[in-house]
């Protein structure tokens, strides 16, 4: 009997591994999307360093889009997975990271980078791929470049620089009485060249004269100094850009100088980034900021904004970063939305058939309807200017309050009205 107990173990073994077979293989059949190969997503994102506190956001936002996606089966029948590496908001790391994602990763698909600055470091690495990639809120990033397989993620249309700073010339054209003179500055980099540039052509178009035109280094912490040179050729209107770290020094520097033109604002990246706006509190009422993608107002809403925004919320807790997503996270969703959408229709990881896609076809999207022109910017702009009005504290509260956030131009998305000149802010 015990010389064939061996047989009889063998036969229970056996049976045991076809049980197992068995169940992994209905498994599959009921959840297709994890029985081959996951599509890896691949991308560079400021995790740290200056532009870190919207990096976060856009990182979150992916994971919630990767999530919802593996959640109806996957891309192609295959989960989704984010390979992504920090750029510690500097460009020169950038080219490195998109070469390693693609030559050393082998991903399938690439989004980002995050920011102007990284976006126009990764195109030169990506088109030498041939390869197809939607970058996040980079202005006119790709209008050097022109190059095919680059999406733009920012709504400011196929005339980014000069859409960009628009509506704040605009409200300038309209006050009574007319400001006349204008102090241009901004970061020396390609996002503070692009936004001096756009606002400078619109500031001459709206035949205004400008008395101060330059640029700071990147590096530089005490703007007292630039806000003095502003404040010598006594400018009727400020106009700043600058990202999340110099938004704060140039707001401090302009309270301590005592500079109060009639306007005063531009394109200030910290502004969307609670953790700044909680530092900077009432120092930053009466100022304009014509960097705003998204705010809770109801024309700003679509499809799935909602949606997207409370599972950010949730996400949020306990980490650290900014607990609303305002701005950073609809779009770093409707960036994968995109892709997405463009992989399906075309049932191809192929990236100049997901161009081609991508260029004749419009998407339905948590930030609205969306086509792209030759350089893949928008083809219909939507820009907003807003206005910090009445604040009285640092809380959260006021911070998203919208009669202290206010969007006072354009027409179609305004909830107050424009307080001018400055100084009547800060009464």
């Not at 992994?24 to 870190?52: H, Q, R």
């Not at 692009?194 to 205004?208: E, H, K, M, P, W």
């Not at 004749?360 to 939507?382: C, L, N, Q, Y």
């Amino acid at each position: 009997m015990y010389r064939y107990k061996w047989l009889h173990n063998l036969s229970r073994l056996n049976s045991a591994i076809l049980q197992t077979l068995a169940l992994v293989f209905c498994w599959a059949l009921i959840n297709p999307a994890w029985a081959a190969d996951p599509i890896k997503v691949g991308f560079s994102m400021s995790l740290t360093g200056g532009g870190g506190p919207a990096g976060k956001q856009v990182l979150v936002a992916l994971e919630i889009w990767r999530d919802d996606v593996n959640a109806k089966g996957g891309l192609l029948g295959r989960p989704v997975e984010l390979v992504y590496y920090d750029d510690q908001t500097a460009p020169a790391n950038v080219p490195a990271i998109y070469t390693k994602l693609i030559d050393v990763d082998k991903v399938n698909l690439l989004l980002g980078p995050y920011a102007t600055n990284m976006i126009a470091a990764a195109i030169p690495v990506i088109a030498q791929h041939n390869l197809t990639t939607i970058g996040m809120l980079g202005l006119a990033a790709n209008s050097q470049f022109h190059y095919k397989g680059y999406f733009s993620m920012l709504t400011y249309g196929e005339n980014p620089a000069r859409e960009f700073s628009r509506g704040f010339f605009e409200l300038a054209k309209a006050q009574n009485p007319r400001p006349q003179k204008v102090a241009i500055v901004g970061v020396d980099a390609e996002f503070g060249k692009t936004s001096t540039d756009g606002a400078r052509q619109n500031a001459l178009a709206g035949g205004f004269k400008i008395v101060y035109d330059n640029r700071y280094p990147p590096n530089m912490t005490d703007l007292a100094p630039i806000v003095r040179a502003i404040k010598a050729t006594n400018p009727d209107i400020v106009f700043a850009a600058a990202y999340p770290p110099d938004t704060v020094a140039f707001v401090r520097a302009a309270n301590e100088v005592g500079l109060t033109p009639s306007i005063m604002g531009g394109t200030f990246v910290g502004m969307l980034a609670m953790p700044l706006k909680i530092m900077m509190g009432p120092l930053m009422n009466g100022y304009l900021n014509n960097a705003e993608v998204f705010m809770p107002v109801p024309t700003l809403y679509f499809s799935g904004t909602k949606d997207v925004l409370d599972k950010y919320r949730e996400r949020a807790k306990g980490q650290g970063i900014d607990p609303f997503g305002f701005n950073f996270a609809p779009y770093g969703f409707a960036a994968g939305q995109v892709l997405a959408s463009a992989v399906t229709a075309t049932n191809s990881l192929d990236h100049a058939k997901l161009a081609e896609y991508m260029h004749s076809h419009s998407f339905s999207t948590v930030v609205g309807e969306i086509a792209f022109g030759p350089d893949g910017e928008w083809v219909k702009p939507r820009s907003i200017v807003s206005q910090w009005q009445n604040l009285t504290g640092n809380d959260v509260g006021q911070l998203i309050d919208p009669k202290k956030w206010v969007v006072v131009w354009p027409p179609e998305h305004k909830t107050g009205d424009f307080i001018y000149p400055y100084s009547a802010t800060k009464k």
